[in-house]
């Protein structure tokens, strides 16, 4: 062990302590707690409420060794508890004990419950000590507020760098008064991977596959129920009439094929998952390919995805194939949580098309969400610590509406849309064709859009952008690239307004990717990078 404790490093007396559901919810609950390594094991005390008999459920114990300490990680199982029932609770072993906390079972057949959302609460500084004080007054105001609340779902950066303990022990610190008596189900988000190999001047910075300090400090915590490899930072559990998905950042082809095999036997009433990175995200220049296209088959079998990461609020419509409906049969819902700690966004956001509710959360507030299940019908509020509401939706699947009503949009002539934003009135008189099946635009035009360089001669035009160029001539399939030629299946032409028109294919060059929703007739191109294109200026 080592001789000198870090600040808030373990000790004898038990900490961390923090509730959680890896099994059936009516009639267990899962407690969490660290000690020092001078405590060897553990058991949990329960006792129902209005007895004074206790029942002994003795701790899995595992030693977590950190980049600043050596602990024990205890975890303790209470099981065999009546549905709907209140307990008490202490861990600890004959010495150390916690006080006496207490929490409630999930009652059988239930199909009414309330839960809180929380999301990218990491604070870093100071960088010893992080100070997790405010998220903790505004989870306590909220549930005082709400006292119903059944459990709390975080979507992600839990901590600001998950590979260093100290960000741990804030968090931790964060949830007292709190954890103890209600569920915590964390989701992986990527400053919970994340590490540097020096801590306190920020450098070296890496990401953990899979999360190591997150997976150690949480295994029993949750069902192990993941994708092999991939455990813990993936997990599924049921709460009433309700699945859950939680689903980390690392393994998108596991946890694409696991969710698949996980949902196709599903019947519950609700399919409801959490994954940091926002499909439909808000950010000016943001993306999406950490989980598109390759969990999209998985995640469109989704009702409702909470996402966080980018600090900003969004909600949009059901989604699906890129396509934009009303009904929420029709695809997913991916709402975005606002941050919840006063983090204001690092990306500037901007509503998209795929938006219904949307705001920038560029002022310095928290957000956390109610999300009430009343049968099959959800209700959502996302609320600003100051009481504003930033929205509150109804999602009716016996209706099939979600209200308040919004219609997805239908444009008449087909617009391109980059990174979900429209190009407004720099496509106003070159929107795209369809020519004999083939899908043209002009591309001078969407690289005028978002920062890339655009030069144009005597039937040609030449493009460069996010690392790449290309110069393209009317009536030929041969292009010149930064990687020598290339030859388009079809001919560039000239189009609307005497501009040069390419085929779509033609955005694979600057490694981009596109594709058409018929229902609303537009064409939805995304790269990957979220560096905008900015042109030199000499």
Known sequence: MKKVKPARGS??????????????????????????????GGYALCREEGSDEYVKYNAITEVFESDIDISNIHWSTMDGLKPGTKYYYTCGDDTYRSKEYYFTTSPENLTKFKFLCVSDQQKGSPFDEPDYSHFNKIVKKFLEKHPDTAFILSAGDNTDCGQHEQQWNGAFLGLEGIAEYLPIMFTEGNHDTRGFKDYKNGT???????????????KHSYPYNGPEC???????????????????VNGPEDVNE?????????????????YHFPICYTGSDCQNYDAYPVMTESMEMLDLM????????????????EELFEQPSKGMINYVLGNSNQNPPGT??????????????????????????????????AELEDGRIADRCVIDKERDIIEP?????????????????????????????????????????????????????????????????????QDSKTVETDRGEVTLE???????????????EAVEIFEMRWAYAKRNNFILIEHESEIKPITHQP
């Open 11 to 40: 000790k004898p007396q038990p900490d961390h302590i923090m509730l959680s559901i890896s099994g059936d919810a009516t009639n267990s609950m899962t407690v969490t707690w660290r000690t020092s390594t001078d405590i060897e």
């Open 204 to 218: 070296g910075r890496y990401y953990s596959e899979p999360a190591e300090f997150f997976c150690r400090q949480l």
């Open 230 to 248: 991939w455990k813990t930072e993936n997990y599924t559990f049921d709460y009433g009439n309700v699945h859950f998905a939680v689903l980390g």
């Open 258 to 274: 696991w969710l698949i095999n996980d949902l196709k036997n599903c019947k519950a009433d609700w399919k409801i998952g959490t």
């Open 306 to 321: 909470f996402s966080g990461h980018e600090h900003s609020f969004g909600r949009s419509f059901p989604r699906k194939n």
């Open 348 to 381: 500037r956001s901007l509503p998209k098309v795929w938006h219904t509710a949307f705001y920038p959360m560029e002022d310095l507030t928290s957000m956390i969400a109610v999300a009430e299940v009343d049968g099959k019908k959800l209700t959502i509020t």
């Open 405 to 473: 009503y919004a219609l997805a949009p239908y444009f008449n002539r087909t617009r391109m849309m980059y990174k979900g934003a429209d190009l407004g009135l720099c496509q106003y008189q070159t929107t795209c064709d369809n020519i004999d099946g083939v899908w043209y635009a002009c591309l001078s035009v969407l690289f005028s859009y978002f920062g890339g360089y655009v030069e144009k001669t005597k039937n040609q035009v030449y493009l460069e952008g996010y690392g790449h160029w290309a110069r393209f001539t």
């Open 490 to 504: 079809n001919a560039v032409f000239r189009g609307r307004e005497e501009q040069l028109y390419m085929p779509m």
